[in-house]
């Protein structure tokens, strides 16, 4: 069993749907980081969480500690929001070793 | 202000060959992490520079190599190229050591035949 679990592994929305990725963990974290990988390659972090909720534009994260779960939502999704996210834990003194999820890939058609 | 870059952007190589990848970190930062994504098994950690010492290092064999140099620029070797080292190799920076911000290159593509 993976420290990191995402779900679901694949998700195709209609464009403007509310989305919502899931990861959870069973390691002890100091942080959860949610990245977005487009199909490129590149990776572009969203998110560092320790606790609670963050908000930046569309993109809404949260985290429960206790529960140790995360997710990401994704309100009035689109076709450029396709991607593939990535949730990744940071364990205290992990010294860079970021543990990650497999990834969810997001496609969202018109 | 530039973001982290990584070069080349794609390779292709033969077993048992060598092969060197660079990163410049964004300026001010002084964190390098180098990250392996091989096909279906996910991001793997590989590597951690700060102020030009190597800090930390996955569960990699010693072939896996790097240095950072004294303007936080950094290079990763391989060496003894292997199939199963054909992956993605990504490239992250941060000005700090605690991963609070961390940005990411575009990552460059080696195959190795």
């Known amino acids: 069993k993976n420290e990191v679990e995402q779900s679901p592994q694949n998700l195709t929305a209609q464009e403007g749907e509310f989305i919502t990725i899931n990861c959870s963990y069973s390691?002890?974290?100091?942080?959860l980081h949610w990245l977005q990988q487009h199909p490129g390659g590149g990776i572009v972090s969203l998110f560092m969480?320790?606790?609670g909720k963050k908000k930046h534009g569309r993109l809404i994260a949260t985290i429960n500690i206790q529960e140790k779960h995360s997710s990401l939502h994704i309100t009035a999704s689109h076709p450029r929001d396709s991607a593939v996210y990535i949730c990744a834990g940071d364990v205290p003194r992990s010294q860079g070793n970021l543990i990650f999820g497999k990834g969810t890939k997001l496609s969202v058609k018109p | 202000e530039a973001g982290v870059t990584q070069s080349p952007t794609h390779l292709i190589k033969t077993r048992g060959q060598q092969v060197t990848l660079r990163c410049s970190p964004i300026?001010?930062?002084?964190?390098v992490y180098w990250y392996q994504q091989a096909l279906g098994l996910g991001l793997q950690f590989l590597l951690w520079y700060d102020e030009g010492e190597e800090r930390n290092r996955g569960n990699f064999p010693p072939r896996f190599s790097g240095r950072q140099f004294p303007n936080y620029s950094s290079e990763l070797n391989v060496n003894a190229l292997e199939l199963e080292d054909s992956a993605l190799y990504l490239c992250?920076?941060?000005?700090?050591?605690?991963?609070?911000?961390?940005?990411f290159g575009e990552g460059s593509w080696l195959t190795v035949v």
């Open positions: 992250a920076s941060s000005y700090d050591r605690g991963l609070n911000t961390i940005y």
């Open positions: 969480l320790s606790s």
């Open positions: 390691v002890g974290i100091s942080a």
């Open positions: 300026s001010g930062h002084t964190s």
